[in-house]
């Protein structure tokens, strides 16, 4: 079992910045990928990053240039830079790890992005 936690969602105006976090818990060990999705109001979830763990990184086309992923394997955490946000990103942002065939979600984190 692996527990996930997001942070750092909130309110941001157009063009700004903000990092998200995703404290993972429990089988942590045996987790291999990790990612990002989000949903927009009335809209399904999509894919935003993925980062495996050897390191390896992919990226939804409209995140490319605007968005990092990163993880620090030692704190057990997740990271999603965005910068240069667009109302369009408002969503609720969910972290997923994939351990042992499982794929396990948090809860996720409201980011809303003002004009």
């Known amino acids: 079992q692996v527990q996930l936690m997001e942070s750092g969602g909130g309110l941001v105006q157009a063009g700004g910045s903000l990092k998200l976090s995703c404290a993972a818990s429990?089988?942590?060990?045996?987790?291999?990928?990790m990612g990002w999705y989000r949903q927009a109001p009335g809209k399904q979830r999509e894919f935003v990053a993925i980062i495996t763990n050897l390191g390896n990184t992919d990226y939804a086309g409209s995140a490319k240039g605007r968005i990092t992923i990163s993880r620090d394997n030692a704190k057990n955490t997740l990271y999603l830079e965005m910068n240069s946000l667009k109302p369009e990103d408002t969503a609720v942002y969910c972290c997923?790890?994939?351990?042992?065939?499982?794929?396990?979600w948090g809860k996720g984190t409201l980011v809303t992005v003002s004009i």
């Open positions: 997923a790890a994939t351990s042992n065939s499982m794929k396990y």
């Open positions: 429990g089988s942590r060990f045996s987790i291999n990928a």
